[in-house]
């Protein structure tokens, strides 16, 4: 029997990918180890090893196509004593694929792998107030507007630099960083041993000496091991010492959860961070978001918290063409406009949150979507100004409930607008349990738009 | 620091070594001059007595939560003190006054920071374990055992970064010796090769614990040995052995070399706080160390053997010395409060 050779899942987020290269052509005998292609995933290009032996009979996915799925049949081997007519169905002409694609990619991203690109649904208020009305919009995914945050700012001030775990050579673990060794050098982009705590610490200490460093984390869950550094010396020098010194620094890296990575590997640390004065908790959505805040961040004087999202990472939204396109800092945007429930989110929340309000619409419920952009400080006024129109709200995040971010927005909008609230606040987050492994398990933990619509159908009586 | 530029050839002695012999060898005493004889009394001396002023404001409730004194191990700041240049930083722990004195700051704005009064370093805000002074390159003031030690590297780093060619001492005591991030830093440091010297002030206690009980390797000087970092042990309590060793680890670090290990071995006559009895060790053994290392009686019979100073001489010094300690405790008392408003400042920039 012919064997199908699948395309392999190399990452735990990967979907889809390119098949860069075959190193075996049709007719090549296979042994078991031997590398028969390159695929890029929007991490790496990984090599692919053959698991079986035989001749390789047919190739069905020319080198070069983009976006292939994930388990879908690349090729066929033949085994021994097999030839091509053992083969059914499998022969229709590989998809013709190699230059279109690669078209499509943003010609100002030269250094990035061509990455799935999901497309987040259009907004219905698409004006940011933000951006100058005119201004032309490129493509970007989430990961080319941090790598170009952090370079635009690397050019503008020398006492920038990069440090973390894989960020040079490597050209980061999650690709953020790409790019950055080359065109900044050795001193300015930093590899740094296995050494949260440590490496945390050093760069408060640089911060303190007035560089502006941004500590990246491969991931907010392995912070944990540097969180004393980043609360009692990051967050309360600058109070301790009366204003004569605080900490510039950004500490980034994503954060929450990713793809079947289990409990140590999925938390959202958001909630843990906005908790201590001193600190400023940043959560961008979108490539704009993530672009515009990172700048901010890394000139803002303050120890700043810069939680992003590994799945997030490929998506790709419309971005100014701006020269210098910075966000402020503690300022939420009204996403989507609407007028009978407020939903408020930030960061990954947002995908769910914006599904929902594009299903609720064709249901005759008009969201309004507040993407909050920052924690810490928190823009109340812009929430509460949607309450105060809408009459409910629902919260949409991934975290824990328990003493969650959502806590502190009901708190806060019973407080100042309770007069105005028709229902209670109901908050959609991840459940009370350290994350599964099992898919069904993990999709169960994390929210889901039918939860927000369930939530949006609950505090507006059309359940 | 008058005498600092003073003492170019005190440490001349100490001529560079290859890394293996400079872990063994006896580090050299340098020869003090009169002048150098006579700052260096001074400024112990302060210390002494500004801290025997603390501990009776602490005593009468002036000075609430936790003190620290740094009585016993007045040497060691000042030494280090005499053998640094314009621009080299200090980073300690909470055992910190001694550091600022020794740097040259205001007692009357450490004492202040002490009562939390307006005029302290840190506005009042950050009390006897977190003061800095960004003028005088002090660091803090740290209240967590151990984390002064990854600050410190950072600076150091941020010195060959800015290649300023200065140094960055930083202080951690023989109980933080065992915190892992004490060894994330010394990694970094040597693989990076950072300015920075790691001083660990040998007390023999980290709070009640001895080193014995604390540590499986008690030579703390060759703690840095997995990572090719040269330490040395020194006699924390003679102040000529502290500045010629600093010395020789200053110009190890401003060449270029990476990280130096100084273990200074001294004592703490005063309990770890003021809350602490020190039943842990015996009177005989504080009593011993009073009377055979005092590192103020040590400086103070070379100034009487030499003839460079006379017991008059040295009863008006002390006399100044009390003059100056006693402004700064006055001004503690009556220095008013921060302002209520002063609490939500400083948060932010």
């Known amino acids: 029997m012919p064997i199908d050779i699948l395309m392999p899942a190399l990452s735990p987020t990967m979907e889809e990918g390119k098949l860069a290269k075959w190193l075996k052509a049709e007719g090549d005998s296979v042994s078991a180890g031997d590398v028969i292609a390159e695929i890029e995933t929007d991490k790496a290009t990984m090599e692919v090893e053959a698991v079986d032996e035989g001749t390789l009979g047919k190739i069905l996915i020319a080198e070069g196509t983009d976006n292939v799925k994930v388990n879908e049949k690349i090729a066929i081997l033949l085994g021994e004593g097999e030839d091509a007519s053992a083969m059914d169905g499998g022969g229709s002409a590989p ?10 990619e943003a010609p100002s991203s030269p250094a990035v792998a061509s990455a799935p690109t999901p497309q987040a649904p259009a907004p219905e208020t698409a004006e940011d107030p ?109 109070y301790m010492s009366g204003g004569q010194m605080g900490a510039p620094i950004v500490f980034r890296g994503p954060n929450g959860a990713a793809a079947r990575v289990g409990a140590q590997h999925s938390q959202d640390y958001a909630a843990w961070y906005a908790h201590v004065p001193g600190l400023k908790v940043v959560q961008p959505y979108s490539a704009a978001d993530a672009k515009g805040l990172l700048k901010a961040a890394i000139r803002d004087p303050n120890p700043i918290i810069f939680l992003e999202n590994e799945i997030l990472y490929g998506h790709s939204f419309e971005i100014p063409d701006m020269e210098d396109f910075v966000l402020p800092i503690g300022k939420a945007k009204i996403e989507r406009g609407g007028t009978d429930v407020t ?69 806060q909008v019973q407080e100042k607008a309770f007069d105005y609230l028709d229902a209670p606040i109901l908050r959609v987050t991840g459940k009370d349990v350290p994350m599964p492994y099992a898919a069904n398990l993990e999709k169960l933990a994390l929210p889901s738009v039918a939860e927000v619509i369930d939530a949006v159908k609950a505090v507006t009586y059309t359940a | 620091m008058a005498a600092a530029s003073k003492t170019t050839t005190a440490g001349a002695k100490s001529t560079s070594r290859s890394r293996s012999t400079a872990k063994k060898a006896e580090p050299a005493i340098a020869e003090f001059k009169k002048d150098e004889e006579l700052h260096a009394y001074r400024e112990m001396l302060l210390i002494r007595r500004f801290e025997e002023k603390a501990g009776q404001l602490y005593g009468m409730g002036l000075i609430g939560g936790f003190c620290h004194l740094y009585i016993g191990q007045e040497a060691v700041v000042v030494g280090m003190q005499m053998a640094k240049i314009e621009g080299d930083q200090m980073i300690t722990a909470y055992r910190d006054h001694g550091h600022m004195l020794a740097m040259d700051l205001d007692p009357k704005g450490v004492m202040a920071e002490l009562t939390g009064r307006r005029g302290g370093l840190s506005k009042g ?24 030690v990854s600050l410190g590297t950072g600076l150091g780093f941020a010195n060959k970064y800015r290649e300023n060619g200065n140094v960055c001492m ?27 010297i790691y001083v660990i002030e040998n007390n023999k206690y980290g709070m009640g614990t001895s080193v014995e009980r604390s540590s499986s390797m008690t030579d703390l000087s060759q703690r840095g040995a997995s990572f090719n970092i040269p330490g040395e042990k020194v006699d924390g309590m003679d102040v000529r052995a502290v500045m010629a060793a600093s010395k020789k680890a200053l110009e190890w670090c401003r060449a270029g070399k990476g990280p130096y290990i100084l273990e200074m071995v001294t004592y703490r006559y005063r309990g770890h706080s003021m809350s602490d009895p020190a039943k842990y060790r015996s009177k005989d053994e504080v009593q011993k160390m009073r009377t055979e290392h005092d590192p103020i009686e040590q400086v103070r019979k070379r100034l009487l053997d030499n003839k460079w100073a006379t017991e008059d001489d040295l009863k008006a010094i002390d006399k100044e010395i009390r003059g100056r300690v006693a402004e700064a405790a006055e001004f503690a008392q009556s220095d008013p409060e921060p302002d209520a408003s002063e609490l939500y400042t400083d948060i932010l920039l």
């Open chain 1, 343 to 411: 939903l408020v989110s930030w960061g990954i929340g947002m995908t769910y949150t914006m599904k929902a309000a594009e299903e609720l619409a064709g249901m005759g419920i008009s969201a309004e979507v507040v993407n909050l952009r920052t924690i810490r400080p928190l823009d109340i006024d812009t929430v509460l100004a949607s309450v105060r129109k809408t009459g409910r709200i629902v919260t949409v995040e991934e975290a824990f409930p328990m003493c969650s971010v959502s806590s502190e927005i009901a708190f």
């Open chain 1, 130 to 238: 933000e951006i100058p009305a005119g201004t032309t919009m490129k493509a970007s995914t989430v990961r080319e507007a941090l790598r170009d945050a952090m370079a635009e700012e690397m050019r503008r001030d020398g006492d920038v630099f990069v440090m973390g775990e894989e960020v040079a050579e490597y050209q980061g673990a999650y690709k953020i960083t790409q790019g950055l060794l080359d065109e900044f050098g050795a001193k300015r982009v930093v590899d740094t041993p296995i050494t949260e705590h440590g490496f945390a610490g050093l760069g408060v200490g640089a911060a303190m000496a007035g560089l502006k460093p941004i500590v990246e984390f491969m991931t907010f869950n392995f912070a944990m091991q540097a969180i004393d550094q980043i609360i009692n010396s990051a967050a309360k020098t600058l």
């Open chain 2, 170 to 196: 930083t202080f951690f005591g023989d109980g933080a010796s065992n915190q892992g991030q004490v060894y994330e830093s010394f990694n970094m440091a040597e693989l990076w090769k950072l300015p920075v």
């Open chain 2, 125 to 148: 805000k950050g009390g006897s374990m977190h003061m800095f002074s960004k003028e005088k390159h002090f660091y803090g003031g740290h209240g967590i055992v151990g984390a002064q």
């Open chain 1, 95 to 104: 998809a013709a694929a190699s230059e279109a694609p690669a078209a499509t």
